[in-house]
């Protein structure tokens, strides 16, 4: 009986590892927590877009990596690039922003 305890705690343990190690993050790959930050962030910056209203917010595209906001797509104006960056910056949590966007 006390190996079958030994052999279950064993791959209890393992599983637990596996579990842990799974969730964590790498320089390519987020963790869990991070995934639901940069969902929570990417959606901010989209709603703070979307309530610019000299911005089409239906031809930017945002995207966000551990707390680096990506924005892409095109705009009609050259200013306009410049206010989605101050947008995003101003978002509370992100840390830095990567501007792609052209002008059409």
């Known amino acids: ?14 599983a637990t590892v596996f579990a842990v190690v799974g969730c964590a993050s790498s320089p390519t790959k987020e ?4 995934y639901v930050d940069d ?13 610019e209203p000299t911005l089409k917010s239906t031809e930017i595209n945002v ?5 680096t906001v990506q924005l892409s797509g095109f705009v009609a104006q ?3 690039i ?3 960056g101050e947008i995003a910056r ?6 830095s922003v990567k501007n792609d966007i052209r002008v059409k």
Do not use: W
């Open 78 to 80: 050259p200013g306009d």
């Open 39 to 51: 969902a929570v962030l990417t959606t901010k910056v989209k709603a703070s877009i979307f309530n």
């Open 31 to 34: 963790g869990t927590g991070e």
């Open 82 to 84: 410049t206010k989605a």
């Open 1 to 14: 009986m006390k190996i079958a305890q030994k052999i279950a705690t064993a791959v209890f343990t393992a």
């Open 63 to 67: 995207e966000t990596f551990k707390g």
């Open 90 to 95: 101003g978002v509370a949590g992100v840390k």
